[in-house]
Every structure is written in structure tokens, then in C-alpha cells.
């Protein structure tokens, strides 16, 4: 038999053995009233179980191991923090164990109490041969209302995680949700390529600056793109070079320092998501859009939310260019349907998540998981792989859910800690 401690801790847990005439391995009777709460810092394993052993009613911890010798191995025996541990459980007894006041633990051997079919559940769960997940040949027998409410959980887990880089940034920036959701929006503005530099734009102009020339979009344009470190330099063409010189009077005006432009990458991109246009739009968002956090909250349907990002005021010199001085052939450098969709998923979302836990506001969280559905689900190799095992793949909901999943358990195999891998293991 192949286990890890996990499964014997699993099996504690939910009391998954056979409890009948239950002793420990000296013949005092056992009752567990409570098995106690698992512990995943250091010290016993679970806290606060209540047993009867014998007849005394005990309060206190349970410190679970696959052999009993291992107590000793992982040296408890004179560590104050299992001192209050009033049951060893074990998968097997090789070795009493005996306490430095001479006492011998109270220990519950589960060899023959572990049924085979959850052993082999188990171990097919775990160390069968997969192609993409663990559970792949019986997750379709997981029924919907498991599935769904797991699938929340783990989206809530996911969201959780990602809010703490807003919280961080929100007290770098003093509590102002304003800034610090233009940062963010800045930094998907650069999608996966850029995301570093937008990110470092933003932080060195800050969106006040800009709220001062929302009412000229020429200054707000060469803010952007000075800052981008993208006016440096001697222009043929008549816009860049108007740039450049509204440019020298704000930088001197607000003290700015602009980035390097070597951190901007034009490789291997389409001309379309080049960081030129990319700036341009965000450019024509700043102007049309102030105060967009505040929108943001306000605005509760999503068609509404994605015309913050539609009919941007782009400057016509990029109707017939990608980047300075270069002409090329007319076309329409709107924000397309998916990057709008992008941008609503990676920052809305997150950004009304993050304010309804931070204000403990749970209609900005239910708001945030009621846009998720509202949004289309992405297409990855992920997604794909759970629709083909008969997964529905509906919204960005779903897909966000099965992404971290995916990632955060069946990647490590965590089934034992998973909703449907403890649907699984305990089928009938
Ligand atoms: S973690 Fe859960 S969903 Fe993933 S393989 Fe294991 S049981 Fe299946």
C-alpha cells in the first residue's frame, strides 16, 4: 500500500474508518465526539477534538503520523507544542509510544479500519495514469450542485489572492482607490507584453496630473507618450513633433522623470496591439472617462460598462499610422470586443471584488461574480480540456473557476483538500 500522511489525515478527518468497537492499542474504548480542526500551521495536526478514551471526556489535540515510530523520528517527545495531544492516530502501531513522564500516548491504529475501496479510490485518484487531471475518469460523475459550489469556492480563493497585490498597492497609495485602480487599468492596458512599462507609466503620472488637462486632449496624449519615454527624438511628422513640444513644457511644469523606451516591446506583436496604439487608446480613455473607478461602482450593467471603452476619441494621426513617422494603410484602431472583455475580467472584476472585502460590502463582491457570468469564457488549452470531459464551459465564471482549480489543486495533486475529490472518494 502507497500513501502519503495526507490520507490518513483525510481519513481522521471525516471520520472515514471503521468506528465500530473502537480502541485504542492497549484496549481502552474510544468515542470521538469531535475530530477536531484541522491545523496547517506548525504544532498537532488537528486542534480542539473532543474523545472519550476510557472514562475520561478529553479536550485537546490529535497528532496524526503513518507510523507510530515517527512521533519520535520528528521529534515531539520533548516539544511543548504537542503537549496537549490526547490521541496518536496512526496507520500503524510499530512502535509505543511512550511520553518522558513514562505515560504511553493513547494511540488509535487505523490498519484494518481503512475500507480497500476507499484505499483503491484513493490511490486511483492520486496515482493513476492522467493525461491532463487526476480525477479525468470520474469527474463527470460528480454531480452539478458539487461541482458548481466547489467551483465558486475555489473562484472566491482565486479572487481573494489576486486582491491582495490591490491591497498592497492601495497602501502604497494611501487609500486612494481612484489611483490605484488606474494603475492597474494602466497596467492591463498593456496587456501581457507591456503590462510592465504601462504599469511604470502610470505610477510616474499621476492621474491627477492628467485630470488638470482633461479638457485638452493634445496635452493629455503627449503626457502619455512623453512619460513613455516615446518623444526623445526628431520627428518628420507634424503630430509627434506637437507632441514633443507640449511635452517640454508639462515635464518641466510637473517635474517628470519619463521611463526608459527600450522597456517597450513592438516584437513579434501584431501592428494593432503595438504599444503606440495601445497608449493612444488609453490616451482617448483618460479624456473620456474621469473619475472611472467611481463609474465603475456606479455602473451596474455591462453593456453600459463596456461603452466606457467604446467610441474612444483616438487622435486621427492613428487612423493611418502604428507608430511615429511610419504611414500605413487606414485602419480603425478601436479597442476590439475581446481586449474590451479583457480589461472588464482582469481589473472591473477584480476591482469590485477587492473593494467589497476591503469594506466588508458584500454587494461589490456579489457584483463581481455577477459580472464574471455576464462575461464570456476564455479560450485556453485549460478550458478545452475540461469541456472535453464534459465540463460546462459557460462564462468567464466558469472558465476563471477552472483555471484556478486546475492550477491551485489538480496541478499538485491536492485532491484529498478538493470538493470533488472528496465527492469522488466517497461515492457509493
Ligand atoms: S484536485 Fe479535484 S478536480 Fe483536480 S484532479 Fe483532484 S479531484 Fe479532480
Do not use: C
Given at each position: 500500500m502507497f500513501f502519503t500522511e495526507d490520507f490518513i489525515h483525510y481519513v481522521w478527518k471525516f471520520r472515514l474508518f471503521d468506528r465500530d468497537n473502537l480502541r485504542t492499542t492497549t484496549g481502552e474504548n474510544i468515542e470521538v465526539f469531535s475530530a477536531g480542526l484541522p491545523n496547517s500551521d506548525s504544532g498537532p495536526d488537528f486542534h480542539n477534538a473532543r474523545l472519550r478514551i476510557g472514562d475520561t471526556t478529553w479536550a485537546g489535540n490529535v497528532e496524526i503520523h503513518i507510523n507510530s515510530s515517527d512521533w519520535h523520528k520528528h521529534k515531539h517527545t520533548n516539544d511543548n507544542a504537542y503537549k496537549n495531544v490526547i490521541l496518536h492516530v496512526v496507520y500503524r502501531d510499530d512502535d509505543p509510544t511512550i511520553l518522558p513522564d513514562g505515560r504511553r500516548l493513547p494511540t488509535l491504529e487505523l490498519k484494518e479500519r481503512i475500507s480497500p475501496e476507499l484505499y483503491n479510490r484513493y490511490h486511483h485518484l492520486v496515482y493513476g495514469e492522467q493525461q491532463f487531471i487526476p480525477c479525468e475518469g470520474s469527474i463527470h460523475a460528480v454531480d452539478d450542485m458539487t461541482l458548481r459550489n466547489w467551483l465558486t469556492?475555489?473562484?472566491?480563493?482565486?479572487?481573494?489572492?489576486?486582491?491582495?497585490?490591490?491591497?498592497?498597492?492601495?497602501?502604497?497609495?494611501?487609500?486612494?482607490?481612484?489611483?490605484?485602480?488606474?494603475?492597474?487599468?494602466?497596467?492591463?492596458?498593456?496587456?501581457?507584453?507591456?503590462?510592465?512599462?504601462?504599469?511604470?507609466?502610470?505610477?510616474?503620472?499621476?492621474?491627477?496630473?492628467?485630470?488638470?488637462?482633461?479638457?485638452?486632449?493634445?496635452?493629455?496624449?503627449?503626457?502619455?507618450?512623453?512619460?513613455?519615454?516615446?518623444?526623445?527624438?526628431?520627428?518628420?511628422?507634424?503630430?509627434?513633433?506637437?507632441?514633443?513640444?507640449?511635452?517640454?513644457?508639462?515635464?518641466?511644469?510637473?517635474?517628470?522623470?519619463?521611463?526608459?523606451?527600450?522597456?517597450?516591446?513592438?516584437?513579434?506583436?501584431?501592428?494593432?496591439?503595438?504599444?503606440?496604439?495601445?497608449?493612444?487608446?488609453?490616451?482617448?480613455?483618460?479624456?473620456?472617462?474621469?473619475?472611472?473607478?467611481?463609474?465603475?461602482?456606479?455602473?451596474?450593467?455591462?453593456?453600459?460598462?463596456?461603452?466606457?471603452?467604446?467610441?474612444?476619441?483616438?487622435?486621427?494621426?492613428?487612423?493611418?499610422?502604428?507608430?511615429?513617422?511610419?504611414?500605413?494603410?487606414?485602419?480603425?484602431?478601436?479597442?476590439?470586443?475581446?481586449?474590451?472583455?479583457?480589461?472588464?475580467?482582469?481589473?472591473?472584476?477584480?476591482?469590485?471584488?477587492?473593494?467589497?472585502?476591503?469594506?466588508?460590502?458584500?454587494?461589490?463582491?456579489n457584483r463581481s461574480l455577477k459580472l464574471l457570468e455576464q462575461l464570456p469564457a476564455e479560450n485556453n488549452h485549460i478550458v478545452t480540456n475540461f469541456g472535453a470531459l464534459g465540463i460546462k464551459v459557460g462564462t468567464a465564471f466558469d472558465s476563471q473557476a477552472l483555471l484556478e482549480l486546475k492550477n491551485s489543486y489538480c496541478g499538485h495533486k491536492k485532491c484529498l483538500q478538493c470538493g470533488v475529490g472528496n465527492k469522488i472518494l466517497r461515492m457509493t
Open positions: 469556492r475555489v473562484l472566491v480563493e482565486r479572487l481573494e489572492k489576486r486582491s491582495a497585490a490591490v491591497m498592497a498597492a492601495l497602501d502604497k497609495n494611501r487609500g486612494d482607490w481612484e489611483e490605484t485602480f488606474y494603475q492597474f487599468l494602466a497596467a492591463q492596458f498593456g496587456f501581457k507584453t507591456n503590462a510592465l512599462p504601462f504599469e511604470l507609466l502610470a505610477k510616474s503620472l499621476p492621474q491627477l496630473t492628467l485630470a488638470k488637462h482633461k479638457d485638452n486632449p493634445l496635452q493629455i496624449e503627449a503626457l502619455i507618450f512623453g512619460q513613455a519615454g516615446m518623444l526623445d527624438e526628431d520627428f518628420k511628422d507634424e503630430y509627434p513633433e506637437k507632441l514633443k513640444e507640449e511635452y517640454r513644457f508639462l515635464r518641466k511644469k510637473y517635474s517628470l522623470n519619463p521611463i526608459e523606451k527600450h522597456l517597450w516591446k513592438f516584437m513579434r506583436m501584431r501592428p494593432q496591439n503595438f504599444p503606440t496604439i495601445r497608449l493612444a487608446q488609453f490616451a482617448a480613455l483618460i479624456v473620456k472617462s474621469n473619475h472611472l473607478f467611481s463609474k465603475v461602482l456606479d455602473i451596474k450593467d455591462v453593456t453600459q460598462l463596456k461603452k466606457l471603452f467604446t467610441g474612444l476619441d483616438i487622435n486621427p494621426y492613428w487612423e493611418n499610422h502604428y507608430r511615429f513617422d511610419a504611414e500605413s494603410k487606414p485602419s480603425s484602431k478601436s479597442l476590439g470586443e475581446s481586449s474590451i472583455n479583457i480589461l472588464l475580467l482582469n481589473t472591473f472584476v477584480l476591482f469590485l471584488f477587492s473593494y467589497g472585502k476591503h469594506n466588508q460590502q458584500e454587494y461589490y463582491i
